[in-house]
């Protein structure tokens, strides 16, 4: 997971000013060290670090924690707000054009994740947003960029914009956005060349296609795991173009932060959007707040729920209550449970979203063991309609062949058949109770 070891050093020396009843210059000089190292060691630039710290220690020896009943808590929230700010304070919005459609131009070295980000953005604007964006393959060079564009499109039914690889790239935008016009468009995205390193022909190129476009947005595709060349990048690209926002990709790898941390300081640029995985559906807006949060292992409540609602139907939620309420809820229920879960993604980095749960006994080093539900979901796939309905009526023989078929231990199908059992106990009984105060409210 990314920025764990910075997370992990901040939470500790965070718990160490927590409680602390009264906060000297002392306190804030020695965990103010502490910080910087783990600022440092996260690959956060230099110049970023020191002024950084410079703020937090000011703020922390003012009258604002002075005066304060908690002053432990105070220091910390303003080690909070301080990440947030360096991370842009609030989250930035991707433009409207007054006049459709609205032209973004992704920019990016090769290999960053630009053509793939394309592919994700269109997807998010479409689905959080209603929108009807129009795809452009200007990369004309890498000999691959237009097909893997256009199976992008084909992954989201939407259209690509191509004229082959023998016409301008300036021509390709400046048709294509005709094109968008016609056909009422409302967002275009042009997925530009890349290149090994910067160079002038490329620069050349995209200046060309911003004269040309004048688009609303330029966002520059960065990956996460490349730390200060990322920021180095973005800082070059901003001096050529003029960027208007950044997408770091790959931050569901194990970055260590110094990119997210740096790029806002460095390049007056706001992150925009994360990439979080190879999927399509795998980007999301960057808030600063609630990254720092997680960072300080105050949780992301807010993003939890978004993934809820995101993944979770809400019609096969109503039925599954309704299943609960009459005791009908069944194996195949159970999957699908199981599967609307998973699609919120990997079970640790949704634990780590809960407030507090980075303090509960056993869970600072708890591995949720993903393999482990991949068993449970094998078992209940090797049964037959009639046993996910009625599991009571599975005999011996039947459960050797299922063990067989999901290449599970016996004892393992027994311990998952004894637990759906319990599980539907303690739901007739919360059934039987709630009736019961039904009753009792209508026959005082
Ligand atoms: P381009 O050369 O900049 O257009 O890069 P591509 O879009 O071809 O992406 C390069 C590789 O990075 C591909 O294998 C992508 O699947 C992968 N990638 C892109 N974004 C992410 C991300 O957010 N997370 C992960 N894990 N991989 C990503």
């Known amino acids: 997971m990314a920025f764990e070891g910075l997370a992990d050093r901040l939470q500790s020396t965070m718990q160490k000013i927590r409680g602390k009843g009264k906060v000297n210059e002392a306190d804030v000089k020695e965990m103010m060290r502490e910080v910087r190292l783990a600022l440092l060691e996260a690959d956060v630039n ?63 070295l090769q290999g960053a994740g630009k053509t793939t980000t394309t592919g994700k953005l269109a997807n998010l604007l479409r689905k959080k947003y209603n929108r009807k964006p129009l795809l452009v393959a200007a990369d004309i060079y890498r000999p691959a960029a237009i097909k893997q564009l256009e199976t992008l499109g084909k992954q989201l039914s939407m259209p690509v914009f191509s004229l082959g690889d023998q016409v301008s790239p300036v021509e390709i935008a400046k048709q294509a956005i005709e094109k968008a016009k016609e056909e009422h468009h409302d967002y275009v995205l ?26 609303d947005e330029i966002f520059l595709v960065v990956d996460a795991m490349t730390g200060q060349d990322a920021v180095n990048v973005a800082q070059s690209f901003n001096e050529q173009l003029g960027l208007t926002g950044v997408v770091l990709t790959k931050l569901d790898g194990d970055t260590r ?16 959007f994360v990439g979080m995985g190879e999927k399509l559906d795998a980007l999301e807006a960057f808030h600063p707040e609630r990254m720092a949060s997680r960072i300080l292992g105050m949780g992301d409540v807010l993003t939890l729920i978004e993934k809820a609602q995101a993944n979770v139907d809400e019609e096969k939620a109503k039925e599954l209550e309704k299943k609960m309420r009459t005791a009908t809820f069944t194996f195949d229920d159970f999957l699908d449970q199981l599967g609307q879960v998973r699609n919120m993604g990997p079970l640790d980095d949704i634990l780590k979203m809960i407030p507090g749960a980075n303090k509960m006994k056993g869970m600072d080093n708890l591995q949720i063991d993903e393999k482990q539900i991949g068993h449970v979901e094998a078992i209940i796939r090797s049964m037959t309609t009639h046993e996910k309905e009625h599991p009571e009526t599975m005999n011996a023989s039947r459960k050797k062949r299922i063990a067989k078929g999901s290449g599970r231990s016996i004892q393992e199908v027994n311990r998952l058949l004894k637990q759906f059992e319990e599980m539907k106990k303690m739901m007739k009984q919360v059934t039987n109770m709630q009736k019961g105060k039904k009753k009792g409210f209508k026959f005082p």
């Open 190 to 215: 042009i997925d530009t060349a890349g290149r090994l390193h910067v160079d002038e022909n490329l620069m050349g190129e995209l200046k060309d296609i911003k004269e040309l476009t004048k688009p």
């Open 46 to 108: 230099f110049k970023v670090v020191k002024d950084f710290v410079k703020r937090v220690s000011e703020r922390s020896v003012g009258q604002e924690v002075l005066k304060s009943l908690t002053p432990g808590q105070q220091v910390i929230k303003v080690v909070k707000e301080e990440l947030t700010e360096l991370m842009g304070g609030e989250q930035s919005k991707i433009a409207v054009a007054s006049k459709p459609p609205t032209v973004i131009m992704m920019v990016g």
């Open 257 to 272: 932060g110094g990119a997210a941390l740096s790029i806002r300081s460095v390049t007056d640029t706001p992150i925009k």
